[in-house]
């Protein structure tokens, strides 16, 4: 389904500052794979979401959706395939508009948009049904600007927005990193729901990793730009969180050093 | 006095097309686009150009339309694809139009390249060819009877006609305004004014949303200029000159007093804006000691006002709570203290 291929990047390339952010990255998923992806600060992670989605384009290396190479693709005609969540509870909706008519956003995903009202009543008793999912009560406050929700009622629908045209692949970055422990836990739940009812191939990146344990199929984490670990789908389920730790003291030859790693 | 309200009131109706067109872009799409002064005279002078030329005035506002939109789209490429500033975008198309605009108005005549101005004193326009049709009707009698005999005012306006027909087609563009920001099209402009990471992951092409917002914007203020080219019968290269701010002062007044709940209520808001502009202007020149040529501070002074004021109130709220908080606070510790004396 997603295919990453020898991809690299280096940021401020021929300066002091020269960063080499992706080291050879090679990661295949198959169609309903849910990967979770752990590792320290500046670890690459999220610059290989970036470069998924279309934010960003390697130096070398392809990208491939599906079969297609989607390197050179701009981000917007990537999106057509791909649904995201970001760390930040207000990027991933409009503040300014109402609940509903994000929704309409999302549904208009994959169709060319056109001039016909982005919302009728078909749609809206559609909106409603998928909204109902959160148990949010947001079914019943269509009318009302995004910009007034909280912080965990915003990422629920962002969540909600970016699998509701069931993309090929979802991408989640940190999406319960800013949200506190109760509201995290809700988003978690809601983000296992959604990915097991679409069947959807997903990438998460965590900090946390009970979470990074208890979610998906695979695991892999990673340093300094390069996946150093990759836990395969039969020996996913009796992994601990000590495991992880001795494997990456084994691997780099160094104890682990995020606390933040440890603690979510 | 009636009569020199009633023209204002006629005015502010035309500028409203402009001011729903600032609106567009100054708040839609959060881009403060200054191409407006410039792109206001575009449609007067290709209006005023073609009418002069002999064509039908209807075409020729038509054409004012499209080459308004044409140059909002140039400022939303040097934006979009040049990178550059929004404001510096606007400001260069704003220069640019300058002197485009002296050679639109030059091709109307034989024997010049440019033209600062084109009279429409014995031309048809579209509102004397309205005229025309509407005086048969024989409403404006009727109306002017009713305000002389029934009302008791001395003057009444001259004609009924203008005000109904700016009325319609304002009307109509504001419809047609709020319809489109309700279409999947206006959605995405409307989440790219909001928040651009996001519908760049939802599939939209904000680059090319800027383009078409600005241009349509853009297109709204040749319109209007190619109104009031025809209802003021005359076209000038300097008509253009402050006109990013009276369409902003239009939104700001507007949207303070009527709200901004709805789009529907916001797009009327724009209009009552532009009109309530106009009113103050034509009140502002009956003071004495006042001139013409002093509308422009004026125009300046509203709009800081209404930027300034709101903030101001609120802060003074906001103080005046804190205060009375305090005085709350104290009071319930000397009552405390009070008991500890008397036990």
């Keep these: ?135 949010l009560n947001l079914e019943n406050r269509l009318n009302a600007k995004v910009g007034m929700l909280s912080g965990g009622e915003r990422q629920a629908l962002s969540l909600l927005m970016a699998t509701f045209t069931k993309p090929d692949i979802l991408l989640l970055d940190e999406h319960t990193a800013a949200l506190d422990p109760s509201r995290a836990e809700l988003i978690t739940n809601l983000t296992k729901q959604l990915v097991e009812e679409g069947n959807l191939t997903t990438l998460m990146v965590t900090h946390n990793m009970q979470q990074a344990i208890d979610l998906g199929n695979r695991l892999i984490m990673m340093d300094k730009g390069q996946i150093i670990l990759s836990i395969d789908e039969d020996k996913k389920p009796s992994l601990t969180i000590p495991d992880l730790m001795n494997e990456f003291e084994k691997i780099r030859g160094e104890k682990m050093n995020s606390d933040r790693a440890l603690l979510g | 006095m009636f009569a020199a309200l009633f023209g204002s009131v006629e005015q502010g109706i035309i500028y409203a097309i402009m001011a729903l067109g600032v609106y567009l872009t100054f708040r839609v799409l959060d881009f403060p686009d200054l191409t407006v002064d410039g792109s206001f005279v575009t449609g007067a002078s290709t209006a005023a150009m073609m009418i002069a030329l002999g064509y039908n005035p209807i075409l020729a506002t038509l054409m004012a339309i499209v080459a308004g939109f044409i140059a909002g789209c140039m400022t939303g490429l040097l934006h979009t ?17 300058y002197s485009i605009n002296l050679r639109i108005m030059g091709l109307s005549a034989e024997n010049a390249i440019v033209k600062p101005n084109i009279p429409l ?83 939209a092409n904000t680059d090319s949303l800027i383009v078409l917002g600005l241009g349509i914007s853009n297109a709204l203020v040749a319109f209007s200029g190619a109104l009031i080219a025809q209802y003021s019968k005359f076209a000038d290269a300097n008509m253009g000159i402050g006109m990013i701010v ?98």
Excluded: C
């Design chain 2, 121 to 203: 004193m014995n031309t048809d326009t579209i509102f004397s060819q309205f005229q025309s049709f509407w005086s048969n009707l024989g409403i404006d009698t009727a109306l002017t009877n009713f305000i002389k005999n029934t009302l008791g005012f001395q003057t009444a306006p001259s004609t009924w006609g203008t005000i109904l027909v700016v009325l319609i087609i304002t009307l109509i563009i504001k419809f047609i305004a709020d319809w489109f920001l309700k279409t999947e099209v206006g959605l995405a402009i409307r989440a790219t004014g909001d928040n651009k990471r996001m519908i760049r992951s939802f599939s």
């Design chain 2, 81 to 97: 694809k040049g990178k550059i500033n929004p404001l510096l975008s606007g400001i260069l198309m704003m220069i640019a139009l």
């Design chain 1, 1 to 135: 389904m997603l295919k990453l291929e020898g991809i690299n990047k280096i940021f401020n390339e021929a300066t002091p500052d020269e960063k080499i952010a992706l080291d050879n990255i090679n990661l295949h998923l198959a169609p309903g794979d849910f990967v979770t992806i752990i590792g320290s600060n500046g670890a690459g992670k999220s610059t290989m979401m970036n470069m998924i989605s279309g934010a960003l384009t390697p130096d070398f290396g392809t990208v491939s959706i599906d079969g297609n190479d989607v390197t050179r693709l701009p981000e917007y005609k990537r999106s057509h395939y791909i649904g995201r969540v970001f760390q930040d509870p207000m990027a991933g909706t409009a503040p300014s508009m109402t609940i509903e008519e994000n929704v309409a956003i999302a549904y208009s995903r994959n169709a060319k948009r056109r001039l016909r009202f982005g919302s009728n009543r078909e749609r809206r008793d559609f909106f409603r049904t998928s909204l109902e999912k959160l148990h």
């Design chain 2, 246 to 343: 009276i369409g902003l002062a239009s939104v700001i007044i507007g949207e303070a007093i009527f709200g901004t709940k709805t789009i529907f209520r916001t797009t009327i808001a724009v209009i009552a804006g532009a009109i309530i502009y106009r009113i103050i202007y034509a009140i502002a020149l009956r003071i004495d000691w006042l001139d013409t040529s002093d509308m422009k501070l004026i125009t300046a002074v509203i709009v800081i006002l209404a930027l300034v004021l709101p903030q101001f109130i609120d802060k003074r709220r906001e103080k005046r709570r804190k205060l009375k908080r305090r005085a709350e606070r104290l009071g319930e510790q000397n009552m405390a203290q009070g008991g500890n004396h008397l036990a």
